[in-house]
């Protein structure tokens, strides 16, 4: 009677993914099989991060969204933060000559621009915020 061997084929593709990188497909180190000491990949690469929501520095960068851009600056965005400065002069200029078009709804445009940019800068990330 012929025995039945255990097939040792998927125990040992389990065992190739956990001694190449992922990324660059070098040889990990057995003694440390969750990085790579050639590209730095390591266990947990591309996870998504938690971000706190509404710290200080967000709501501070809100209340400086007063004037449309300075928040954007606060945190380390000025490129950005001129370009929605010039933005919201636009807005203003387009909402006046809208709101003689329309019976004055155009006026409505300015505080939806406003809020836009108070919640676009509440959660764009933070370049001057310290590392941790």
Same mark, same amino acid.
């Given at each position: ?13 389990? %065992? ?34 938690? &971000? ?13 969204? %007063? ?7 606060? &945190? ?5 933060? %001129? ?8 807005? $203003?200029?387009?909402?006046? %000559? ?13 505080? $939806? ?7 676009? $800068? ?11």
């Amino acid at each position: 009677m012929p025995t039945q061997s255990i097939d040792p084929a998927p125990a040992a593709t389990a %065992v190739a993914q956990l001694t190449d990188c992922p990324l660059c497909g070098t040889h990990l180190d057995p003694a440390h099989p969750t990085e790579c000491p050639r590209c730095d990949w390591t266990q947990g690469y591309r996870r998504q991060r938690e &971000k706190p929501v509404g710290n200080a520095r967000d709501i501070a960068a809100v209340l400086l969204t %007063v004037v449309p851009g300075l928040g954007h600056f606060y &945190k380390g965005h000025t490129t950005l933060g %001129v370009l929605v400065l010039l933005g919201g002069i636009l807005a $203003v200029f387009a909402a006046a %000559v809208a709101a003689t078009a329309t019976m004055g709804l155009g006026l409505l445009f300015v505080p $939806v621009y406003w809020v836009a940019m108070m919640l676009h $800068v509440f959660w764009l990330e933070d370049l001057r915020m310290p590392a941790r």
